[in-house]
């Protein structure tokens, strides 16, 4: 096995980062943590918190960032390390963010071509740049820079917690984003500090948000195009309006690096004493060789909504209970229990097989996904990618048979740095692998499967050692979990039970701990399991199917199921159809409108938050998903119904109803059984229905139980004294989760007059011990020991199969209310005039300051209206004044536009006349060229004819020369018939008489040359001829080339320019 190519997939691979990023997480400042001195300038209800999202697991990503929100202070570099990184002593493939960082200078862990883009830098408080350069912008705080950073805008939003509406928010800025503008951004290291934006040229400061006012951070899902942004809001002007900062990162990785500086600035200062605790040497046990671990496995699955959670254990807690095809994780939790710490550097492996004592050949590696400490540091934590549709893992992605189980092992190995070898933690577990069709819901009570290992080392010696200068002092002696131990000692001693001084024995799981003590059982307390039956699911199916076809008319067998308990599964869509909230989409909009309002109960609602449901695993954390849901319902409320407000017990019923659906739909569950099942009427007029609920509840046990009723009335208690929270709350507020869910149940489907038979049962089945009591013990009883009865599942069904059978006509409760109302008349009449009219002054006092203060609060909105009309009128009439001098403006340019548009009509029309003339000249012209060219061709046609005249005349007299010649006998020896001198006559003639003959040569001579010289006067005139009429051919074309781009140029610009002139003036 390869631990460098194992380990190396988390550090090279994107998964590792992507993993990461897809987490939920939620930090805030607890009681105890310190915080801000600043965060006191905004609301006074305004606390320091800060919640990053990423598509998953709060858990998971607490465990992943733990190196990230832990690090000690790096210390400050030397000047030539340029190109530190976030780990210079983590060996190969180990995972950089399980390291903290010694050094100034940080870069991602991917590739290199993506390093050289990423500039992330720390700076320290303590410490000034020693060239005075503006790259130190924060130089009095702890600060991560990041840079090649595009600020997208930013925009107000209603609901600034709400990561929908944020990604909403992001695709829209995204995609109507013009011009970006590139930022550097600085997150600090301390809750303290401030985020900056600066200038990545100057490093001058463009804006900066101090941490206590950041409440929301969000990254885009992975794959979509915002996968590469990332986004805060913050309150704006004293958290009146809250706006959404939305940026986009070059580098895609570095978005998960930028939401783990905003976690680190809000969990450092939190965290300085745990880490200065956490450094202090755990001391030795006299065992010194003998180290404790503690080692958990944990399967999460994928719950087809992006998110893999937490499978839930069967109830006897003994198997796993898996889905066929869906894509797992495996989780290991590995801490030291004992004995010096040792450090883990880092996970060799993560193996798994089907089936019990397998052998090293069988495992098969799963995918690393992440490694790291947890957030106290206690912890190792592994997570691994399991994909059960290969097929070494086949086994156990077929079902089993029903109430059968089978086997599956898994091992890690553990790189320890003072261990020569890896250690490897063998855990065996039962599963059942299950349809996919089953439904999945989210555990809120999550189980995982918990070993002890006791690992016997041996110190080396320094020559034993394979290097003098390594880090290795122990060698491996034994490595045996407590089961291998236990099977030991029982197989050595079968008649002795393991448990001496030495022996170590689990302890029971924190599940099953319940002290029977004087401490009452705190509320949200007991699980709630999903099993059902597959006939009862079948059956809900069908009467869900036909209720759905006609949701106006309730089955007729619901009533009947609905007493039976609805299964897990389907209450929160069931409780929505029996309060007919199944068509809601006005009052979902009607809440996020409420919850941007302010409240006058803010105060009350924000103390009672933390006291709801504190035993529950979502509404345990201060400023958690959880308890931000639920103030926003309880604020919410509070603001619709004005009348009641917000009143302490409220919030009990609306934690139950966000247990089984979205905070929209459980703020409208609760407004219809405020209204329509009339609870908000037990809180009108001092109480006077509930006070009349109390009588018709004594009545009742005058009735059913009569010696308990006389009980009471003999120790002075009366049913205000215990009853008060069973109809402010619905039993919410102390009783478990099982029975609170039932009786919801059976309140949606029957009414609030359930509460009466629920009552009566907790009174009958308590009668005994009640009657026993004394007045305080009758109070304590009630207080203490009642709920705690009810914890166990099947005490609860009997108590509501008790409360069910019980019939309470509401004949009879009307009975009993008359009679009331009736005492109450008697009572009244029998009072005193002026006890009576003292009693009614204080009503009619009350009715008045209640009066006065909605008078006040009315005329404060009025204030508040005009003073905002004001402003608005004065915006306007602003806006008024800069719109009139505007219009002046343009009404000033528009008399220019015309005066320019005359001008420019007078000059075209000059432009017109000037290009007419010239195209009057111009065909003049060509009319002159053409008649001087046509004389011309005239001239030379008359003179070729008159050369061809001349040549046929000459013809005519050689040829009567040479028919003379030829007649004459002299003659015709003397020439030839081409007209030459013969040769023997010319030499004759040389030798003898020459003179004869040369006064006739001359003359034919000279009347040759006269022709010659008159042919050649005739060529010379026709050459010129043709000379000038090409030059007149060139005059004409230019003549013409400059027409056209005269009217090219000066008419098409004039034309263009007066079109452009007029279509503006139209305009």
């Not at 390594?470 to 030991?488: C, G, I």
């Not at 941007?596 to 345990?620: C, G, M, V, W």
Request: aromatic share 6%; proline share 4%.
């Amino acid at each position: 096995m390869d631990d460098k190519g194992s380990a190396g997939k988390i550090s090279v691979s994107s998964d590792s980062v992507s993993t990461l990023n897809s987490e939920d997480f939620v930090l805030v400042s607890r009681l105890g943590d310190e915080t801000p001195s600043s965060a006191n300038n905004g609301s006074d209800d305004e606390k320091t918190g800060l919640k990053i999202v990423g598509n998953g697991s709060e858990q998971q990503l607490q465990r992943e960032l733990e190196d990230v929100l832990l690090e000690p202070p790096v210390a400050p570099a030397s000047a030539g390390d340029h190109h530190a990184t976030m780990a210079t002593s983590v060996a190969p493939g180990a995972d950089p963010l399980s390291t903290p960082s010694p050094k100034l200078e940080m870069a991602l862990p991917v590739q290199t071509a993506q390093e050289s883009e990423l500039n992330e830098r720390s700076y320290r408080g303590d410490e000034s740049s020693s060239d005075g350069s503006p790259g130190s912008p924060i130089p009095d705080e702890d600060s991560v820079v990041f840079s090649q950073l595009t600020y997208l805008g930013c925009a107000s939003v209603n609901a600034p917690r709400s990561e929908v509406e944020a990604l909403r928010m992001m695709s829209i800025l995204r995609g109507q984003c013009q011009v970006p503008l590139d930022v550097t951004l600085s997150v600090p290291g301390v809750s303290e500090g401030t985020v900056r934006l600066l200038d990545p040229h100057s490093s001058t400061e463009i804006a900066n948000y101090p941490i206590y006012k950041i409440l929301f951070c969000v990254r885009g899902h992975d794959g979509t195009a915002e996968s590469d942004c990332f986004a805060f809001t913050e309150s704006h002007y004293n958290a009146e309006i809250f706006r959404i900062h939305v940026f986009r990162c070059q580098i895609q990785e570095a978005v998960s690096r930028i939401l783990y500086s905003f976690a680190t600035a809000f969990r450092r200062s939190a965290k300085k004493a745990a880490l200065a605790a956490s450094h202090q040497a755990a001391p030795l046990t006299p065992d010194s060789d003998l180290f404790t671990f503690t080692v958990s496995l944990e399967i999460k699955e994928d719950d087809g909504k992006g998110t893999f959670s937490a499978v839930a254990k069967d109830k006897d807690k003994q198997s796993f209970k898996l889905r066929a095809g869906m894509g797992k994780k495996i989780v290991i939790y590995v801490q030291q229990t004992s004995n010096k710490e040792l450090a883990i550097e880092r996970c060799f492996g993560l193996l798994l097989s089907p089936g019990k004592n397998v052998k090293n050949s069988d495992m098969h590696l799963l995918d690393l996904e992440s490694m790291g400490k947890s957030s106290d540091g206690k912890s190792y934590i592994i997570t691994g990618s399991w994909n059960p549709s290969t097929p070494q893992f086949q086994a156990v992605n077929e079902e089993t048979p029903k109430d059968k189980s089978m086997f599956m092992t898994t091992a890690v190995d553990l790189v320890i740095t003072e261990v020569e070898e890896p250690v490897r933690f063998l855990l065996e577990t039962r599963v059942r692998v299950c349809s996919p069709n089953d439904r999945l819901f989210w555990p809120f009570g999550k189980r995982s499967h918990t070993e002890t290992f006791y690992l016997k080392l041996r110190q080396m010696e320094r020559k034993e050692r394979k290097s003098p200068s390594s880090d290795t002092l122990y060698e491996v002696l034994s490595l045996e979990s407590e089961t291998e131990r236990e099977k030991r000692k029982t197989t050595a001693s079968p008649g002795v039970l393991p448990g001496g001084p030495d022996s170590v024995v689990p302890s029971p799981p924190e599940d099953d701990e319940e002290e029977d003590n004087d401490e009452p059982l705190l509320s949200g307390s007991g699980d709630v399991s999903k099993e059902c039956a597959e006939k009862i699911l079948e059956t809900w199916g069908d009467l869900l199917t036909k209720w759905h076809l006609n949701l106006s008319v309730r089955p007729r067998q619901l009533p009947a199921l609905v007493r039976s308990g609805i299964p897990e599964a389907l209450r929160g869509e069931v409780w929505q159809l029996l309060a007919g909230c199944h068509n809601n989409d006005h009052q979902v909009e009607e809440y996020r409108t409420l919850i941007t309002k302010e409240s006058p109960q803010d105060s009350a609602i924000t103390r009672d938050i933390n006291r709801t449901f504190p035993a529950h695993d979502y509404f345990k954390d201060t400023g958690g998903d959880g308890q931000d849901s639920l103030y926003k319902i309880c604020k919410a409320y509070s603001v619709y119904d004005q009348e009641i407000g917000y009143c302490q017990g409220q919030s009990f019923l609306a934690a139950v109803l966000l247990l089984h659906m979205p905070e929209e739909q459980a703020f409208s569950v609760l407004v219809k059984i405020m209204f329509q099942y009339g609870l908000r009427n037990l809180f009108k007029q001092n109480f006077e229905d509930l006070h009349c609920k109390f009588f018709q509840l004594e009545r009742l046990m005058q009735e059913h139980l009569p010696d308990l009723y006389a009980h009471f009335l003999n120790v002075g208690l009366e049913a205000h004294m215990y009853a008060s929270q069973w109809f402010l709350t619905l039993f919410t507020a102390k009783f478990p989760l099982y029975m609170v869910f039932h009786i919801i149940d059976l309140l949606l489907c029957e009414g609030i007059s359930v509460i009466f038979n629920v009552a009566l049962a907790l009174l009958k089945t308590s009668k005994d011990d009640l009657i026993q009591a004394d007045f305080e013990g009758a109070l304590k009883f009630f207080r203490v020991p009642v709920p705690k009865r009810y914890r166990f599942e099947e005490n609860a069904k009997k108590l509501m199969e008790l409360a069910c059978s019980m019939k309470i006509s509401q004949k009879k409760l009307k009975k009993f209310e008359k009679e009331y109302h009736a005492m109450m008349e008697q009572r009244e009449q029998q009072e005193a005039p002026i006890e009576r009219y003292e009693r009614e002054n204080r009503r009619l006092q009350e009715a008045n300051m209640r009066l006065e203060q909605e008078n006040d609060d009315l005329a404060h909105e009025l204030v508040s209206s005009k003073i905002a009309l004001r402003k608005d009128l004065d915006n306007a009439e602003e806006k008024s004044d800069a719109l009139n001098k505007e219009l002046l403006l343009t009404k000033q340019k528009l008399v220019d536009s015309e005066d320019e548009k005359r001008r420019l009509e007078e000059e075209s029309a000059q432009l017109k006349e000037m290009c007419r003339r010239e195209l009057d000249k111009s065909e003049a012209e060509i009319k002159k060229n053409g008649s001087i060219i046509g004389e011309y061709k005239q001239i030379c046609s008359q003179l070729s004819e008159r050369l061809e005249k001349q040549q046929t005349a000459n013809r005519g007299d050689l040829d009567k020369i040479r028919a003379k010649v030829e007649s004459c006998d002299k003659c015709s020896n003397l020439f030839n018939k081409e007209g030459r001198v013969r040769a023997a006559v010319a030499a004759a003639a040389a030798a003898g008489g020459g003179e004869e003959t040369d006064e006739e040569k001359e003359d034919l001579k000279k009347q040759l040359r006269e022709m010659e010289l008159e042919l050649a006067q005739t060529k010379l005139q026709l050459v010129e001829a043709e000379c000038k009429i090409q030059d007149l051919e060139h005059h004409l074309g230019l003549a013409l080339g400059e027409v056209q781009a005269a009217k090219k140029t000066w008419l098409t610009r004039t034309l263009s320019s007066i079109k452009t002139v007029t279509g503006k003036d139209t305009a």
